[in-house]
């Protein structure tokens, strides 16, 4: 499907460029006015009130009142009309699908969680999962023609640009997105997973930070990496592997082929395996029992509610975790200088307990000159990161956004 009033933003043109800029501030900042329109992309006043003027008239947007003042005359107030489209995020995980539907104001309008969907890396699971999308969107009450973009998550290996999969669906020449393209009939932006979870803890928590890097701690270890406000992946699309940059001497093969990896120290798969021996080696768990009778039985979810039901074997873990990421984490905040280091994923969930290791050990190993304007903090999403990171990724990739 196509959404005519967008059309035109795609011609490459001057005029195109600027008011996909002035879009993209909205998306960002919300409402303003044209005065601060015209400092952002950097035109005259009455340039950058054609340019809105042609927007209103092309209903993408809308006036919003006016601004209040201390005196004088009170400007209008323009912002994203958020009847204008609606953008389809998915966020795909091994035992179901999480789907959500924004306006174009990036309001969540329609969601759904744990959608049933066996994960299955085949040409018959991705039509399951083409068909699980289908039935989301149809049963969305919105005009089904102003659905202008659908976003989907993947682990592994993701180029966005060409929207190719190197990890997953990876079935024949085609790129996935185009793939998925012609199987649901709008048009498919593909990301990794830890991306999109980055995107949405950025938009939704800037305080003035364009610098971000965003650690995703879960069964593996990825990042997310924002460079001025944008979304950086790298000249393939491979930016943010942290989890397999080279850090220990230990020999223990990593999933990637490679050994010593951090995350053969810094992830759950590591909690999983530590937690395993030191039981064997007669530590005691809550987990001890369990783990005996059967080591895949327990899950990163059990792991994580016995550090905060005060286990104190998987808190030890756990601290020793933080300590050896915060290292690493130390090496990135020397080199990149970021505003703000989120840790993000399941494990986050465990709180103090790993947080206050981390900046131990990123105060201890990098310079306290480059370190002391950074914040470390945990995600504020949490479990909904991957889904407002789709929807929000599903507006941002749809019109290559550019600041």
Known sequence: MTHSIFEDLKSGSKSSLLRKRMISHLILNGNTTI?????????????????????????????????????????YLYGLNPDAAYFVGVDIKNSGVNMGLINFNGQMIESEMNMPYTFENSEEGLKNLCDVISRFINECDVNKEKIFNIHVNVSGRVNPDSGYSYSWFNLGESPLASTMQEMLGYNVTLDNDTRAMTYAEFVSSRENSDNVLFVNLSWGLGMGIIIDGNVYSGRSGFAGEFGHTPAFDNEIMCHCGKKGCLETEASGRAMHRILGERIKAGESSILSEQYLKNPQSVTLENMVDAVNGDDTLCIDIVEEIGAKLGKSIAGLINVLNPDTVIIGGIMSVTGDYLLQPIKTSVRKHSLSIVNKD????????????????ACM??????????K
């Open 393 to 402: 990724l599903a507006r941002y990739r749809a019109f290559d956004f550019v």
């Open 35 to 75: 005065n601060d329109l015209s400092k952002v992309v950097d035109v005259s006043v009455p340039t950058a009130t054609k340019l809105v003027d042609e927007l209103c008239g092309q209903g993408i947007l809308d006036v919003f009142g006016k601004m209040e003042t201390n005196g004088g005359r009170h400007p």
């Open 374 to 389: 950074t914040k470390i903090v945990l995600s504020t999403l949490q479990g909904k990161a991957g889904i407002v990171g």
